[in-house]
């Protein structure tokens, strides 16, 4: 029996599968070193903190209720007050009606995408960027151009600015205090708003704490005349299981994104929310510095790994933080093609043309030192290298 053809619309039948998302299905087997997804390590999540912050939530029947029942969309009034005091430290002056609570920072940049865009309108990224954010804008129709690639004023103008600045995913890359302000400029010139995704800004190892771009636009007035969304998240801290994220930006837009959360999911489980604002309340600093101090002997490993190993035409920067180092190979290897090769011999990455809207940079890969030790990254590096090498030295004998 065969399914009828339904008729899907345009948006669906444009859809693409995460590379990502898919890699992880097939990298469960406990030989695999991964350097596939970017996945806090499990032994990080402070699984009795959880355990104590459930207990509290039904320690009494009245709370234990709260948390059982339909909540308001714009988020669990406590956290949101946990969440504007976190912003408020970043030199963000957010007050309660700044801050929608999202199912994860994905969500908010799904609401994003359908807030501001419309089919053919222009988003602004750097190249490489994030992969889910491509996917999420990619639902409303929108054509991707580069940050420095000339834009029209007026009504072409592009009609959002999607950053990460601080450790981006997926080449690591850190924006100056400079070009935080010079992104702003561009934003005002074209009258459109910056989307400033934040999901690793605490994870910081090295360099100078730069401030937010949504702190420099709320510099010269009040977070009510600015034009930037910050879209933050606990799961590169807490927890990615429970999917509570946040936005945070002028009350105005905040409304809008309100309404159509209430048409996606009506509100984040409540009894999610209450239980990230238990642990957060209780643990949050300490936890980012046991993440920091983590990643930061991994990253290491990493990159002590690539310079040992690594043969001649690879080229890779140290992040400052994050998750990623970035590798670009020579001009003639595919990384989508030794991905399949790596795969056989255990090893697991993404290949860096899933980060570009246009499939290009197939000399790319990103490589995540989150959940591998530093024996593992050893092993893995070393075996990645040689097949580059391989693939290099096949390629010059005419192999």
């Given at each position: 029996?065969?399914?009828?053809?339904?008729?899907?619309?345009?948006?669906?039948?444009?859809?693409?599968?995460?590379?990502?998302?898919?890699?992880?299905?097939?990298?469960?087997?406990?030989?695999?070193?991964?350097?596939?997804?970017?996945?806090?390590?499990?032994?990080?999540?402070?699984?009795?903190?959880?355990q104590?912050a459930?207990?509290?939530?039904?320690?009494?029947?009245?709370?234990?209720?709260?948390?059982?029942?339909?909540?308001?969309?714009?988020?669990?009034?406590?956290?949101?007050?946990?969440?504007?005091?976190?912003?408020?430290?970043?030199?963000?002056?957010a007050?309660?009606?700044?801050?929608?609570?999202?199912?994860?920072?994905?969500?908010?940049?799904?609401?994003?995408?359908?807030?501001?865009?419309?089919?053919?309108?222009?988003?602004?990224?750097?190249?490489?960027?994030?992969?889910?954010?491509?996917?999420?804008?990619s639902?409303?129709?929108?054509?991707f151009?580069?940050?420095?690639?000339?834009?029209?004023?007026?009504?072409?103008?592009?009609?959002?600015?999607?950053?990460?600045?601080?450790?981006?995913?997926?080449?690591?890359?850190?924006?100056?205090?400079?070009?935080?302000?010079?992104?702003?400029?561009?934003?005002?010139?074209?009258?459109?708003v910056?989307?400033?995704?934040?999901?690793y800004?605490?994870?910081r190892?090295?360099?100078?704490?730069?401030?937010?771009?949504?702190?420099?636009?709320?510099?010269?007035?009040?977070?009510?005349?600015?034009?930037?969304?910050?879209?933050?998240?606990?799961?590169?801290?807490?927890?990615?299981?429970?999917?509570?994220?946040?936005?945070?930006g002028?009350?105005?837009?905040?409304?809008?994104l309100?309404?159509?959360?209430?048409?996606?999911?009506?509100?984040?489980a409540t009894?999610?929310?209450?239980?990230?604002?238990?642990?957060?309340?209780?643990?949050?600093?300490?936890?980012?510095?046991?993440a920091?101090?983590?990643?930061?002997?991994?990253?290491?490993?990493?990159?002590?790994?690539?310079?040992?190993?690594?043969?001649a035409?690879?080229?890779?920067?140290?992040?400052?933080g994050?998750?990623?180092?970035?590798l670009?190979?020579?001009?003639?290897?595919?990384?989508?093609?030794l991905?399949?090769?790596?795969?056989?011999?255990?090893?697991?990455?993404?290949?860096?043309?899933?980060?570009?809207?246009?499939?290009?940079?197939?000399?790319?890969?990103?490589?995540?030192?989150?959940?591998?030790?530093?024996?593992?990254?050893?092993?893995?590096?070393?075996?990645?290298?040689?097949?580059?090498?391989?693939?290099?030295?096949?390629?010059?004998?005419?192999?």
């Open positions: 029996m065969t399914l009828p053809e339904f008729h899907l619309s345009s948006r669906a039948q444009s859809m693409k599968a995460s590379e990502i998302r898919e890699l992880l299905k097939l990298v469960g087997r406990p030989s695999m070193i991964s350097f596939a997804g970017g996945i806090p390590d499990p032994a990080l999540l402070s699984v009795g903190l959880f104590e459930w207990r509290q939530v039904f320690a009494g029947p009245s709370i234990a209720r709260e948390a059982l029942q339909y909540s308001t969309t714009e988020g669990y009034l406590p956290l949101r007050q946990w969440i504007v005091a976190h912003m408020r430290q970043r030199g963000v002056p007050d309660v009606d700044n801050v929608l609570i999202t199912s994860g920072s994905q969500q908010a940049l799904d609401l994003i995408g359908k807030l501001l865009l419309d089919p053919g309108s222009t988003v602004l990224s750097a190249r490489p960027t994030y992969l889910g954010a491509l996917q999420s804008f639902a409303c129709e929108p054509q151009s580069g940050l420095d690639t000339p834009q029209p004023t007026g009504s072409g103008a592009p009609r959002l600015i999607y950053l990460v600045p601080d450790f981006a995913n997926p080449d690591g890359a850190t924006m100056s205090r400079a070009a935080r302000h010079q992104a702003l400029d561009q934003a005002r010139a074209l009258n459109t910056i989307v400033e995704d934040a999901a800004s605490a994870l190892y090295d360099g100078e704490e730069l401030p937010p771009i949504a702190a420099l636009d709320a510099a010269s007035g009040s977070i009510e005349s600015t034009r930037t969304l910050y879209c933050g998240t606990f799961s590169k801290t807490l927890s990615p299981g429970l999917r509570v994220g946040w936005v945070c002028p009350a105005a837009l905040i409304r809008k309100t309404l159509l959360k209430q048409g996606a999911d009506l509100h984040t009894i999610n929310q209450m239980v990230i604002h238990h642990v957060a309340s209780a643990d949050y600093d300490a936890q980012v510095a046991r920091r101090a983590l990643y930061r002997v991994r990253r290491d490993a990493m990159l002590a790994a690539l310079e040992h190993h690594a043969p035409g690879l080229h890779w920067k140290k992040p400052e994050g998750m990623f180092v970035w670009t190979l020579p001009d003639h290897l595919d990384a989508g093609l991905l399949q090769q790596a795969m056989r011999q255990d090893i697991a990455f993404v290949p860096g043309a899933a980060f570009h809207s246009d499939g290009s940079c197939r000399n790319t890969m990103r490589l995540s030192f989150s959940l591998c030790d530093e024996a593992q990254i050893e092993v893995g590096i070393f075996k990645l290298c040689s097949l580059i090498g391989q693939q290099s030295m096949a390629r010059a004998v005419g192999v």
